[in-house]
């Protein structure tokens, strides 16, 4: 149960088997509570909602009440949102969805109460019903041709707010990876975009990005701060800078890697803590009164895949900027991680009791900072194992990727196949092949992307990272630099090649670096001025 339980006056119950068998025993539907450490609006309706003691009797009395907080338990978030959270979800005892919204205030619950009562006793069981993304046995499957990356290069073009930069005209995420698409396929709109998130997102007193904004022209930011979120803005603001030399894209990661180093680091693990609660009336004092207030909640929860993201974002920045503290403390974390939570590949979502073992999410979020550790430091750490594990046990006859285990209590025990974790997995998959010279894992990619080739058209801007493993997959390069990591040869590797470019460093080399395309030499280098010569064509 989550430390925040304690603030309302509902009788919660653990996720699990027997929750769902006293709701089916005594003919009450489950009221599912999905709060998030980090949510404003969650501490609000625990302490305005939960906490009142007419509608915690109400609950009590006439539902089986079941609290998980979703960043611990992805399974049950994926299946059960609501868009938002918290999330209140009232299901029947077969884990079906009979209702659900976000906050509610006391008068909004008191509404939707009677309205599922209403629904449960002249309906019972039948007033539930699956959500659509769990009825489809597999995703629609398709082949990788060249249209999928077209496809997504004019939704960049149709979906691009030239008036205030990012992509669309409602609220307004980061997008990070669709920033990284566009910067070698439509660059303006890339650097106007980093330009807008810098302006708008970023906390320029304690530093780190806050999660959106909520109107199209950046304004009224959702101060929250999340590891994963800012670890992937640190390595699209170091690709901005690899590209375009711009310092304010190197000084926005670099802060933001100093955020992540002290704030969000968790000294007692020796890794990355999980989040920061968004408080908007801190953010709103100025500095001299942030010094005398105290900062908004860490949790400092160490998830397996937000610091892979970490590792991969940071080491980034050191590749580029010859960041030490980024470099030391992502090596730390990896390090951390891969000896607490990591058992013979399998990966632990977090360290401690109930942590589910082997879920998609963490072993591609840890594989994709072991794949950049490997490229930028020369050590793979257990990539081979993490890689295989998750073949072995969550890949489906079709190729896709299943989220976790076949079983669960509710809907966990249907099949849930992550299109953003897919491509996570991809990716670092592509350059698993290239490191270690196996094909068999460029093959596996392949099979996992084109499971969702099908839907390739309907795909827009938010997925873009989709269409950039695809177009990796069809034309794979590799610059395999023929000494041992941290060369002048191999660094400069690092800083000239392509960012969707597999940088290999290999000990036992020649001394020579090599450009292959589609596994063939098409250049070769021995020093950093011939490799930019080389890989410039200048």
């Known amino acids: ?33 999905l709060t998030v450490p980090w949510s404003g609006e969650c501490r609000a309706m625990d302490r305005g909602t939960y906490g009142e003691p007419r509608i915690a009797a109400n609950i009590n009395d006439g539902f089986v009440p079941v609290r998980v907080d979703a960043d611990r338990d992805p399974r049950v978030r994926e299946r059960y949102t609501m868009g938002g959270f918290p999330s209140t979800v009232f299901l029947t005892p077969a884990g079906e969805v009979i209702t659900g919204a976000t906050f509610l205030g006391p008068d909004g619950f008191r509404g939707i ?36 990356e077209e496809h997504m290069i004019e939704q960049l073009l149709g979906a691009y707010d030239e008036e205030f930069g990012g992509w669309g005209t409602d609220v307004k995420f980061p997008l990070a990876r669709t920033v990284e698409f566009a910067l070698v396929r439509a660059r303006d709109q890339a650097t106007r975009s980093l330009e807008a998130i810098h302006t708008h997102l970023f906390d320029t007193y304690d530093g780190g990005f806050f999660r959106y904004a909520t109107d199209r022209n950046w304004s009224n930011p959702r101060r929250e701060k999340l590891l994963d979120e800012n670890a992937a803005l640190v390595r699209a603001f170091a690709h901005g800078y690899r590209y375009t030399g711009t310092e304010t894209y190197r000084d926005a990661a670099q802060r933001t890697a100093e955020y992540l180093t002290t704030t969000l680091w968790a000294d007692d693990a020796d890794a990355f803590a ?13 500095p001299s009164e942030r010094e005398e207030a105290d900062p908004p909640h860490v949790d400092e929860t160490v998830f397996a895949d937000r610091n892979g993201l970490a590792v991969d974002g940071l080491l980034w920045l050191a590749a580029y900027t010859d960041d030490e ?26 360290d401690g009791e109930g942590s589910d073992r082997g879920l998609l999410g963490d072993q591609a979020g840890l594989l994709q900072g072991l794949t950049t550790s490997w490229q930028v430091t020369g050590e793979s750490g257990p990539a081979r ?36 974790t897919t491509v996570e997995l991809a990716d670092a998959l592509v350059d698993l092949a290239a490191l270690t010279g196996e094909d068999r894992y460029r093959r596996v990619a392949t099979e996992a992307v084109e499971a969702f080739a099908g839907a390739a058209e309907r795909m827009g801007v ?57 596994g063939t030499v098409t250049a070769e280098a021995e020093t950093p001025a011939t490799l930019e010569a080389a890989l410039t064509g200048e």
């Open 385 to 420: 194992g993490v890689a295989d594990w998750t073949i072995e046990h969550r890949q489906e006859q079709s190729g896709a990727f299943r989220d976790g285990p076949e079983s669960g209590a509710g809907l966990c025990s249907r099949s849930l196949h992550p299109l953003d």
């Open 113 to 148: 109460l009677d309205s599922v009562r209403e629904a449960w006793d002249s309906r019972g069981a039948e007033a539930g019903s699956i959500p659509r993304q769990l009825q489809d046995e597999a995703p629609p499957a398709g082949e990788l041709r060249p249209r999928i």
């Open 274 to 286: 999980g989040s920061q609660a968004g408080v908007d009336d801190y953010y709103r004092l100025e």
């Open 325 to 350: 503290r980024a470099r030391r403390y992502a090596q730390r974390a990896r390090d951390s991680v891969c000896d607490r939570l990591v058992e013979d590949g399998a990966v632990a979502h977090y």
């Open 1 to 33: 149960m989550d430390e925040f339980a304690a603030e309302t006056k509902v009788e919660w119950r653990e996720w699990g088997p027997a929750a769902f068998e006293a709701a089916a025993d005594s003919g009450r539907p489950v009221l599912l509570s």
């Open 462 to 518: 938010e997925v873009a990272g989709y269409a950039a493993v695809a177009a990796r997959l069809r034309d794979p390069q590799a610059v395999v630099v023929g000494t041992e990591a941290g060369t002048d040869l191999h660094r400069a590797a690092l800083r000239l090649a392509d960012h969707e470019t597999t940088v290999v460093p290999d000990p036992d080399g020649d001394g020579v670096a090599r450009l292959r395309e589609d």
